[in-house]
């Protein structure tokens, strides 16, 4: 497909925008999907360097280096931050946007207006999320989950954070339905349902739970708006109301809100193994379809985040239960990857060693769920420091790997260039070994009882702390490095082929970067999306 | 590159916005069902309160309203530009008689002093106050999904007018048409369920 004399790709074809114009008011999608990767890129260091903040306060008990209204605020920015403006729109807005519509042989997504619109409104809604640190009377410090009745009654300016959220939901209701409608009527002709790449096949599973989980968190916000302006007393019990119907309405979205981060996660996993086995997936409909499995039971387990506060048993037992059920889509996933492996001609290249760790890491993360997911052992290890360890784990260790992984192996494509390989592996080991050592001995003392959100803590406590902290360094140290190294290549990598990895899918029939409208001629598809001859 | 054009997937688009729409009211309707059954005494009495009429009236006004979209856009497949002109024009003055009914209503209630935070409102018990929460902020909601169809509805009927909409042309209009319907829908679930549980 590719033609001998290179075509002007899309970073030079700027539809006769200047400047900056270019970028911000373009609606080629694999632009709109670089504005999200720079503006969730910046978000990611800031909410880090916040993370990294709380570590050295927690190094020592008693006050270190901020007095404890700070720590509050700190760790609510810093889940704010990570969770609505990096991990929520993550993979699905940067890799999604940019390579849905190549993977299914489609010259951009079905509405690329209102995918440009969607930008836009992220920005507003971090625009926001920034002003209700500054703005008012001090940054919220109710935790990201601003559960009432404290957010309804803290003095700190909750209604512009609380606002921040609603518009960023917004802007992922209208990313998810656009990638509905793109694969239901953009596949390329001949592309079934079943020949479609795993990539897009999770992107659909959590488009679905992005148009019809967030509308509820929606209107939840919106009610501790109304309680915090008018006093319609729908979460405290002065007026009648009732703060658990709070944490119910909550976790209906923010339960499936993390498969929307991990499910594209998996799916980017699943893109990178079989191109550096290269075999073709082993399960392949096992593996689209637990993406739909995971999405659909994962809406009816949010009550295990609620077992300590008050529900009747049967309503703890089935959610339990549930719980149970839900890990076995993901367990399908891990073993079809390893399956994958068997026997493949292996190519430890950088995108794959991310891949292996996710695996390892996702283990982790998943494993110690079913801890917390069954009853008796949960009520031990509730709001403690497991549980901190648990979602850094699946969260960071799943999401945040993946999103390494992919943009190793993707980097060449985007941009045309390739870079210092060496250098990464370096960076993804120093991340591997920094993140080990930060969320490790959470698990340790958290079983011993230390809390989360805590400022202060027993001397007991403390040699867990400092290692700890010290892996947060380590891991602040590695990231930086990964990201100078990919910054550093726009000026000294060398010029990537179409093709480095020996990829089957779209994507690496295309020059490198793609033209504007990724393809000349429509491609027709005859046979299944890993086919390694 | 020629404009991609694909009405069913337009269509598919708008539909899954409604879903989210209502799922959105959802949610509340979901609120209202617990704390309904948690003070039904209190719901019920409160809801006297309520004008019957002017709610009644609203709801035929609002039906009235979707039948003249719906009728509009069978003017435009038929390429009678002005009759659709017209009947969207018949729809948007429907709905700001809607608006001014609501106005009145909401405007009664306050000078009476019922509004979330009054003073005689704290006198009332927990259950009534949590109905006329309920009130504002799902009538609140809905008003202001009325001003938002009325503006789909205003920039579809300048598109008809320009001639942007037209015969071959129209699933712009079928959508904002959807959109009006779905206003239309909530409505006809509230005005049971705040007004007629006395």
Partial sequence: MENESKQLNYLEDTQGRKGIWAWILSTDHKRIGILYLISIAVFFVVGGLLGGLMRAELIAPGETIMDPQTYNGIFTVHGIIMIFLVVIPGLGAVFGNFFLPIMIGAKDVMFPKLNLFSWWIYIVGAVLAICSQFAGDGAPDTGWTFYAPYSTES?????FAVFAA?????????????????????????????????FPWSLYATAWIQVLATPIVGITLLMI??????????????????????????WIYSHPAVYIMILPAMGVITEIIPTFCKKAVFGYKAIALSSLAIAGVGYFVWGHHMYTSGMSGTARWFFSFLTFIVAIPSAIKVFNW????YKGSIDVRTP??????????????????????????????????????HFHYIIFGGMGFAFFAGIHYWYPKMFGIMYNEGKANIAWMIIFVGFNVLYFPLFVIGMQGMPRRYFDYLPEFQTGHVISSIGALILLVGIFMMIWNLFRA???????????????????????PPTLYNFDEIPTITGDPYNYK | MEEHRDDIGSRMGMWIFIFTEILLFGGLFLVYAIFRAKYSAEFHSAAYELNTFLGAFNTVILLISSMTVAMSITAVQKGDKKLA????????????TFLVNKYFE??????????????????????ELMFFGLYYFMTGLHVFHIIVGMIILLVVMYKVNSGTINADKFVLLENGGLYWHLVDLIWIFLFPLLYLIT
């Fill in chain 2, 106 to 127: 909401w405007g009664h209630k306050v000078h009476m002093g019922i509004y979330p935070g009054s003073d005689l409102l704290k006198q009332f018990e927990q259950g």
């Fill in chain 1, 225 to 250: 708006v109304a309680e915090r302006l008018f006093q319609i007393g729908f979460f405290d019990p002065n007026l009648g109301g009732d703060p658990i119907l709070y944490q119910h309405l909550f």
């Fill in chain 1, 352 to 389: 794959f060693l991310y891949a292996l760790s996710f695996i390892f890491l996702f283990m982790i993360g998943g494993l110690t769920g079913l801890v917390l997911g069954s009853l008796a052992s949960d009520v031990h290890v509730h709001d403690t420091a497991f549980v901190v360890a």
């Fill in chain 2, 85 to 96: 002109l017209i009947l969207l024009g018949i729809t948007i003055l429907m709905a700001l």
């Fill in chain 1, 166 to 198: 609603f518009v960023l939901g917004f802007s992922s209701i209208l990313t998810g339905l656009n990638f509905i409608v793109t694969i239901h009527r953009m596949r390329a002709p001949g592309m079934s349902w079943f020949r479609m790449p795993l």
């Fill in chain 1, 490 to 512: 726009r000026k000294n990598g060398t010029i990537a082929e179409a093709n480095p990895w020996g990829g089957v899918t779209l994507e690496w029939q295309l020059q490198s």
């Fill in chain 1, 155 to 159: 003095g700190t300016n909750v209604i």
């Fill in chain 1, 338 to 341: 390893v399956s994958t492996m």
